[in-house]
C-alpha cells in the first residue's frame, strides 16, 4: 500500500458460502456414506463441467420455469461471445454427456454425482446462490422397480446418517397427453375463481398453470386443493406404473404419503415424482427431490430412453444432521510430537514420517511457526487434537536415544507414559493404536487405520 491505509477486504459472494473445517467432516460423513450406498445399488460416477452452453439448460429445464425464468448465472464468454451457464441442476449435464459419449449404447446406466450448482435466489436459512448436490440418474430404465430402487436407496442414507425425520411424499403426473387434458380442466377451474389468485398465479395461469398447485401461499390452499387432480386424468398404463411403485415400496414397509398437489418445478418429469420433506428445517423442507423424465433424451435428439433420477440438497442434509446431534470433530491425528530442542525437533520429524509410512496420521508440533512453547503448552496442543499418543522427544530422549510415549485417552491416573527406544517407537505405537484395537468397529468416524 502505498498511502498509510487498511487494505479492503474482499468477502465470499453473497449466498455464496465457504465451508470450513469446522463443518467439513459433517460433508465428509455424508459424501462417504451417499457414495458408499450408490456404490451398493451398482451406480458409477460422473462428473460433468459446472459450466455448459446456456440453451442446453433453457431446453432441458424448460422456458417457463423459475428457474430459467429467473436464477440462472449466465454470461457470454468474452473471448469468443459464447453464452454459457454455471448448472443450476445437474441432470441437464449427465444427460448431455451420456449422449455425447454414448454411454447407453450397451444398455442402460445407473450414474451419480455430487457437486456445486449456482441459482440466484435471495439467500436465506436453506437457500443459497451457490449450494451442493448429491444426485443420481438411472438411464435406459423403463419399470416402476428402478423408481422405488432409487426412493429405497434416499431411505437407507437417511437411517445410516441417523436421520429418521424425513418422509416420503410421492405422486404421479403422467404423460404429456394426460397433463394436457388435466390442463384444460385445470385452466378453466382456476379461471372461475381467477380474482382470488395471488400474481404469481395469475401469471403461471396460462403458462405454467400445474405449478400453482404447489403454492406455498396459504390464501390459495382451499382453491388448490379443490382443483381437478391430475391423478384422476392418468391412463391405464400410468396408473400401473404408479401401482407398481407403490406395490414396491409397500412390499418393503417404505412410508409414503400420496400428495396429488406433488408438481415439479421442472418441464421434464413424467410419472413418477417424489420429494423427501422434513419439519425441521423452517420453510426450506424438501431434503431431497426426484421423478422420471421418460421424454428429455428424444428432446436431446437421442432415441427415445426412460430415464428416472433425484437431486439433494446436501446444505439442507447437513443442516439436518447437526440438529441430529452430530457434531462431535473427530481426532485430527492419531500421534501428536511434542519436542524441545533443536535436535529434538530433527527426531521428531524423522519419527513422523517413519509413523505415517505405518499409516498413522500424525500432527508434528510446528516449533518455527507457534514458538517452541513449554512442554505443557504443547502437550495441551495434543490433547486438544484427539490424538490417541503424545510423543515426546526433549534433550534427555536426545540424549538416551528414546522417546516418551504418553497415552492421551485413558481413564483418569491410567494415562502411563512409557519410554521407548527410539528405534522401537514406530512398533509401539502401532501395536497400542491398532493391534491392540483401541477402538474396535466404532471408529469408522475416526479415520482409516490402513
Ligand atoms: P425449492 O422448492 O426448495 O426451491 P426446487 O424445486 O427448486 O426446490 P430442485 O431443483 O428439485 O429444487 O433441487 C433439488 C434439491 O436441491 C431441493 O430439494 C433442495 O434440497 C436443494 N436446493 C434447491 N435449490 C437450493 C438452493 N438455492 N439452496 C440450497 N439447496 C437447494
Ligand atoms: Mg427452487
Known amino acids: 500500500m502505498s498511502e498509510n491505509k487498511k487494505a479492503e477486504k474482499i468477502t465470499s459472494v453473497k449466498g455464496m458460502p465457504d465451508i470450513l473445517p469446522a463443518d467439513a467432516h459433517l460433508w465428509e460423513i455424508f459424501e462417504n456414506t451417499a457414495q458408499s450406498i450408490l456404490q451398493s445399488y451398482g451406480y458409477q460416477n460422473i462428473r460433468t463441467p459446472i459450466v455448459e452452453e446456456t440453451r442446453l439448460f433453457a431446453r432441458a429445464i424448460g422456458a417457463v420455469t423459475d428457474i430459467v425464468e429467473k436464477e440462472m448465472y449466465s454470461f457470454e464468454d468474452s473471448m469468443n461471445g459464447d453464452q454459457l451457464t454455471l448448472r443450476p441442476e ?4 449427465v444427460v448431455r454427456a451420456v449422449l455425447e459419449h454414448n454411454l447407453v449404447y450397451d444398455g442402460p446406466k445407473r450414474l451419480w454425482y455430487k457437486g456445486q450448482m449456482f441459482r440466484h435466489e435471495r439467500p436465506q436459512r436453506g437457500r443459497y446462490r451457490q449450494f451442493h448436490q448429491f444426485g443420481a440418474e438411472a438411464v435406459g430404465f423403463t419399470g416402476p422397480d428402478i423408481d422405488a430402487e432409487l426412493i429405497m436407496l434416499c431411505r437407507r442414507l437417511w437411517d ?3 436421520l429418521p425425520e424425513i418422509r416420503l411424499e410421492l405422486n404421479s403426473i403422467g404423460d404429456a397427453a394426460e397433463r394436457a387434458a388435466h390442463r384444460v380442466d385445470l385452466i378453466k377451474y382456476l379461471e372461475q375463481h381467477e380474482e382470488l389468485l395471488d400474481a404469481e398465479a395469475k401469471r403461471r395461469l396460462h403458462t405454467n398453470p400445474l405449478r400453482i398447485l404447489d403454492t406455498k401461499n396459504p390464501a390459495l390452499q382451499d382453491i388448490v386443493n379443490n382443483a381437478p387432480k391430475l391423478l384422476d386424468y392418468l391412463g391405464e398404463e400410468s396408473l400401473k406404473h404408479f401401482e407398481g411403485v407403490k ?14 398437489r406433488l408438481v415439479r418445478g421442472i418441464d421434464y418429469y413424467n410419472r413418477t415424482v417424489f420429494e423427501w420433506v422434513t419439519d425441521q428445517l423452517g420453510a426450506q ?3 431431497c427431490a426426484g421423478g422420471r423424465y421418460d421424454p428429455l433424451i428424444e428432446q436431446f435428439g437421442g432415441k427415445p430412453t426412460p430415464a428416472v433420477g433425484f437431486a439433494m440438497g446436501i446444505e439442507r442434509l447437513i443442516e439436518l444432521m447437526k ?13 501428536y510430537l511434542v519436542h524441545q530442542g533443536e535436535e529434538a525437533q530433527m527426531q521428531a520429524f524423522i519419527l513422523g514420517e517413519r509413523i505415517r509410512d505405518a499409516g498413522l496420521d500424525v500432527i508434528l508440533h510446528c516449533a518455527t511457526t507457534a514458538g517452541a512453547g513449554s512442554f505443557k503448552s504443547q502437550m495441551k496442543k495434543a490433547d486438544g487434537s484427539g490424538a490417541s499418543f503424545a510423543i ?8 538416551n536415544n528414546t522417546a516418551s510415549v504418553k497415552a492421551l485417552r485413558g481413564a483418569e491416573g491410567e494415562q502411563q507414559q512409557a519410554s521407548v527406544a527410539f528405534e522401537e517407537v514406530v512398533g509401539y505405537v502401532v501395536d497400542q493404536i491398532i493391534g ?7 471408529c469408522d468416524d475416526h479415520h482409516h487405520h490402513h
Do not use: H, K, M
Open 392 to 399: 515426546i522427544i526433549g534433550e534427555d530422549e536426545v540424549a
Open 323 to 335: 440438529s441430529a446431534g452430530e457434531t462431535a470433530a473427530p481426532n485430527q491425528c492419531d500421534v
Open 436 to 442: 491392540g484395537d483401541a477402538c474396535g468397529d466404532d
Open 247 to 260: 406395490n414396491i415400496l409397500d412390499r418393503n414397509a417404505v412410508q409414503y404419503t400420496v400428495n396429488t
Open 90 to 93: 445437474g441432470t441437464a449435464g
Open 285 to 287: 423442507g424438501t431434503v
Open 160 to 162: 445410516d446418517l441417523g
